[in-house]
Nanobody, 124 residues
Framework: QVRLVESGGGLVPPGDSLRLSCVAS????????MAWFRQAPGKEREFAAG????????QYADSVKGRFTISRDSAKNTVYLQMNSLKPDDMADYYC?????????????????WGQGTQVTVSS
């Protein structure tokens, strides 16, 4: 049984940083994309960043490019999202997802495995 467990969310002021973690278990992710999606109240879930597990190739949404960094630690089966220069617009529930490699990483429906989410609040 695949399990994804996120942690690291919290309340920070604008301009601050947070690092989210997602620990994966239950299978190997040799040909998978691990991604972070986010969903703000009243909005649809959107892709933030993804990493192709075998090669650590990454993709980012334009809204987070240059501020967020996704990485993975194979030994710990963990994916991280380092978020810097946080803005109020970044405030959302952040979800870790895993799915087979695809050409369109931003489509949430292509990820069969999801974590429970971690809340990020950006406010002064």
């Amino acid at each position: 049984q695949v399990r994804l467990v996120e942690s690291g969310g919290g309340l920070v002021p604008p301009g601050d940083s947070l690092r989210l973690s997602c620990v994966a278990s239950g299978r190997t992710f040799g040909n998978h994309v691990m991604a972070w999606f986010r969903q703000a109240p009243g909005k649809e879930r959107e892709f933030a960043a993804g990493i192709y597990w075998p090669l650590a190739t990454t993709q980012y949404a334009d809204s987070v490019k240059g501020r967020f960094t996704i990485s993975r630690d194979s030994a710990k089966n963990t994916v991280y999202l380092q978020m810097n220069s946080l803005k109020p617009d970044d405030m959302a529930d952040y979800y870790c997802a895993a799915g087979p490699f695809t050409v369109n990483w931003s489509r949430a429906d292509l990820y069969p495995y999801w974590g429970q989410g971690t809340q990020v609040t950006v406010s002064s």
